[in-house]
């Protein structure tokens, strides 16, 4: 039987992010609401175009409701499409707020409905490899991890000019995927300080993000950045055997942005010139090496949600695990404003 997703918004985001992704997840794209209709014409010839979410919403055909619609709107159209009665996929920022997720969460529950958040980047191949690095104990105990993602792009863009609005920074952008990840790895810490700061001219709205992350035994950081010239390393992975670094981003953003589809050949598979580098000490000489990198696979995230819809498994990403990424920004916020550490 067809898995139908309907997708909420056919900007960037739906179009380049999402829309490529589902058949390889199997699933079909059988709904768009958006004013971009001559685009979903040409694109998805069989999908239905509706003008509005609302009209979207009331389409009872649909498996799942995938929301990609500008960061300040998420909350609320969730929480529409969950009354509704549909599954939901809500793109990050999965809310502006720590309570306003309480309350995407709260209607998922009681409408017996999926929701969940598209923390892609769980499936990013470098962070795949870390993973698999420290669960085979290469890397040992890890004490110190500093992960970022930079870019110079001096001209924010238009809509953000001089003014803030819920939700809208490179905090609740970059930031919720560095700092997914960082959870992932090592659970809530135990306090986080930072900032978020506001650099380039003519923006209202941070474009630097700072945290620190403590932790028992493992200090983390979380850097993100629109306004580098020179790029920081992806991840520089400190343990008690060996270090693993990695220079450059995970490589599917690239290929979508160029047309690529994840259901083609070579998608999500890096390039040896941007596997990372494992050094280790064996016998007291330094010993550097290439270390391949798994392949990356975003689509797996939506494969995972039509399984669990099907099924009636939980999403492979929890309303409750994002909400707690907006409690770590949020307590950065905080210790930016305080300038002090923020026990969490």
Not at 104 to 133: E, M, P
Not at 265 to 291: I, Q, S
Not at 309 to 321: C, L
Request: charged share 20%; with cysteine; aromatic share 8%.
């Amino acid at each position: 039987m067809t898995f139908r997703a309907g997708l909420v918004g056919y900007g960037a985001g739906g179009r380049i992010f999402h829309a490529p992704l589902l058949r390889a997840a199997g699933i079909e794209l059988a709904a768009i609401a958006s004013s971009r209709t001559e685009e979903i014409a040409r694109d998805f010839p069989d999908a239905t175009a509706y003008p509005t979410a609302h009209a979207l919403f009331e389409d009872r055909s649909l498996d799942l409701v995938i929301i990609t619609t500008p960061s300040p709107t998420h909350g609320a159209l969730a929480i529409e499409a969950l009354q509704a009665g549909h599954n939901v996929v809500v793109d990050k920022p999965f809310a502006g707020s720590v309570e306003e997720a309480n309350r995407v969460i709260d209607a998922g529950k009681h409408a017996s409905k999926l929701v969940s958040c598209f923390q892609n980047r769980r499936w990013d191949s470098d962070f795949l490899t870390l993973k698999d690095l420290m669960a085979r104990g290469v890397l040992g105990d890890v004490h110190h991890i500093h992960s970022s993602f930079s870019f110079f792009k001096p001209e924010p863009p238009t809509s953000w000019h001089n003014e803030p609005l819920n939700a809208v920074g490179i905090h609740f952008d970059l930031g919720t995927h560095l700092l997914d990840q960082l959870v992932q790895l090592f659970g809530m810490p135990d306090w986080v300080e930072g900032e978020v700061l506001t650099r380039r001219p003519n923006s209202g709205v941070p474009d630097r993000l700072h945290a620190r992350l403590g932790y028992p035994s493992v200090r983390a950081i979380a850097e993100a950045d629109m306004f580098s010239p020179e790029h920081a390393p992806r991840f520089v992975v400190q343990g008690t055997k060996a270090g693993w670094r990695k220079d450059f981003m995970d490589g599917q953003e690239a290929q979508l942005k160029g047309g690529m589809k994840a259901h083609d050949p070579g998608f999500g598979v890096e390039p040896p010139e941007n596997y990372g580098t494992l050094t280790t000490y064996p016998d007291g000489a330094k010993t550097v090496e290439r270390a391949p990198l798994l392949n990356g696979e975003h689509h797996t995230f939506y494969r995972l949600v039509r399984e669990a819809i099907q099924n009636g498994t939980p999403p492979p990403v929890t309303g409750e695990e994002v909400r707690d990424v907006l409690k770590v920004i949020e307590a950065v916020v905080q210790s930016g404003e305080t300038g002090r550490r923020v026990a969490l």
